[in-house]
């Protein structure tokens, strides 16, 4: 019990390093990366604080040289799967009533440490792989992973400060109660500070949490891990299992003691997971908590008011980077003919002078897909596209996978608003691009709002306020994260709390209070100073 009101330090977001030619930051990490590619790391999975190692292994290969194995990591079997619920659930009594401010001072260690000694060995292990250039990995596991940490604890003073009125001769007070059971967090491979967040945002409510990473994001998840470890997290509170997706789904969602579910991942997936859990929901204790963020397909819009180069450079960095990968990625674009000519050039000019290669040459901006079976998704859709004739390659379609999985950035532009390109996700570094009569500016609103089942986020861009207006309005359940004259990506922690509806997830908001709120059970109690001794009523009375 503590002795006092206590305030958590001011937080603000952590200053993204540049690392620019010479610069200290580009020599740790460079330096990092090169040792730690020559290494061999064998990574186990965790529970209880315990490294397992089954001898079932995988190897890990970066997808910009998939022929190099930096290491393995192992496999769980059925009985480990158990054997978590088991240890989870005992961490449980401890951790469920740890006081908030001793469970606060263990994620702010984490910052500390990530922004410090951990930093660089992170980001280098998300540039091998999960084939990132140093600046994306700085942006993601480095910067918002430290966000996540530092405002969720600042999110979480706030929800217990949140105390309901008391009238005379009562006290009236929230407790904020942990979920009844474990949480189970399934995390992408594409940020490494959303396979941090989705755990510990449960367990720093008091919840404890079975943690399954995606296959090539093990590496640096087994690092989050060590960082945990050292910054004291108990053990049992975050169990880390790497195995089959299906056989460790199928236990855990049988499971009576299932609390919650945060997923980020495919709309599929996802899918899949709430039918599982609407099958079982007799089994369970309590209403498992389901937050997921899931698929998109991100628009950019153009008024002919817009600025062409504005545009093009949403497209180029909005499409492109990190290989088209991210869940805000652009994917689809409606420009008016008018600024067409313009804007087609620019973007030509920009991924004429892109360079594609792997991380360690930092001048390179795009890098590898994830795998091989990403490789062949679009590699496929690009073959598809060269005979399509309602569509046209403008720049791009090409591919190589002799050494890494590299698709080429990739323009396309169709006749039909409806083509498979403006409607289907890709993942990829590929965006279609409908050209729109500037007379028909406003109808098309109405197209972009009703192409997709998606809607996560968007960005218009227009000089006209009128024009900015109408289209806010029109696309209001369009995305979660929209945006006005800025690309469709790159939220910041407390700045743009993030998700999207429909086929893209539940909305909850990682990076707000809105998201934590999700791993509470309320208890509402009222104490009666003096209670009454009789049960009359004045109005009872003669």
């Given at each position: ?15 993204v ?6 610069s200290?930051e ?5 330096g ?15 529970i ?8 079932n292994?995988k190897?890990?290969?970066?997808p910009?040289n ?16 158990y ?28 910052a500390?440490?990530?922004?410090g000694p ?22 993601d ?5 430290i ?38 967090a ?54 880390m299992?790497?195995?089959n997706s ?6 855990l969602?049988?499971n ?16 899949g997971?709430?039918?599982?859990i609407?099958n079982n929901?007799?089994n ?18 153009a008024?002919?008011?817009?600025n062409?180069?504005?545009v ?16 805000s990625a ?7 003919q ?21 991380p ?8 590898a ?7 062949t ?7 598809q ?12 379609g ?12 990739t ?16 993942f ?21 709002d ?16 009128d024009?900015i207006?109408?289209?806010s ?37 990682a ?17 009666t ?6 049960y009359?009523?004045?109005?009872l009375?003669?």
């Open positions: 019990m503590g002795n006092g009101f206590f305030k958590v330090p001011k937080v603000k977001n952590e200053p390093k540049n690392y620019a030619p010479n200290f580009k020599k740790e990490v460079m990092m990366y090169k040792r730690m590619i020559n290494e061999k790391i064998d990574i186990p999975f965790y209880d604080g315990k490294e397992f190692r089954t001898g292994t190897e890990i290969n970066p910009h998939h022929k190099l194995c930096v290491g393995k990591y192992h496999l769980a079997e059925e009985e480990h799967v054997f978590a619920i088991e240890k989870a659930l005992e961490a449980r009594q401890k951790w469920a009533k740890t006081s908030w401010e001793e469970r606060a001072s263990i994620f702010l260690k984490a500390d440490l990530l922004a951990y930093r660089y060995k992170l980001n280098a292990a998300t540039m091998i792989a999960q084939s990132k250039n140093v600046y994306q990995a700085e942006i596991s480095a910067c918002e992973l966000d996540f940490f530092r405002f969720n604890v600042e999110f979480m003073t706030q929800i217990y400060n949140n105390q309901p009125i008391s009238s005379s001769g009562t006290w009236n007070r929230t407790e904020y109660r942990p979920l009844e059971g474990f949480v189970y399934i995390t992408p491979f594409n940020f490494t500070a959303i396979a941090g967040n989705l755990p510990t945002s449960a367990a720093m409510m008091g919840n404890v949490v079975i943690w399954k990473p995606a296959a090539s994001q093990v590496y640096s998840a087994h690092l989050i891990m060590d960082l945990l470890k050292e910054a004291g997290l108990p053990d049992g509170v975050i169990n299992i790497t195995g299906g056989m460790i789904s199928d236990i969602l049988k009576p003691n299932l609390a919650g579910v945060h997923f980020t991942g495919s709309t599929s997936v996802f899918n997971l709430w039918k599982t609407g929901i007799d369970y204790k309590t209403y498992p908590r389901i937050v997921g963020e899931t698929g998109g397909k991100d628009f950019i819009w008024h002919p008011s817009a062409s180069n504005e093009a450079t949403a497209i180029s960095r909005g499409a492109f980077e990190y290989q088209g990968q991210k869940c652009a994917s689809r674009a409606y420009i008016p008018s600024l067409w000519y313009e804007i087609k050039t620019l973007i030509i000019k920009d991924i004429s002078s892109f360079k594609m290669g792997t360690e040459d930092t001048s390179n901006f795009i890098n897909v994830i795998d091989k079976k990403a490789f998704r679009l590699s496929k859709f690009l073959d596209a060269k005979k399509d004739k309602e569509a046209e390659i403008v720049i791009g090409s591919y190589d996978d002799s050494i890494g999985y590299f698709i080429e950035p323009v396309i532009v169709t006749t039909n608003p409806k083509h498979s390109g403006m409607c289907k996700e890709l990829g570094p590929i965006i279609t691009i409908y050209i729109y009569n500037d007379n028909e500016w406003k109808s098309i609103l109405d197209v972009i009703s192409t997709s089942e998606y809607a996560l986020t968007g960005a218009i861009f227009s000089k006209n306020r024009a207006k109408l289209a309005e029109k696309l209001e359940n369009s995305a979660g994260n929209f945006y006005i004259n800025d690309k469709p990506t790159g939220a910041v922690v407390a700045q743009q709390p993030f998700g999207g509806a429909r086929a893209s997830g539940t909305n909850d908001k990076g707000s209070v809105w998201n934590l709120l999700r791993w509470v059970s309320n208890r509402t109690i009222k104490e100073f003096v209670p009454p001794t009789n009359r009523y004045p109005f009375e003669d």
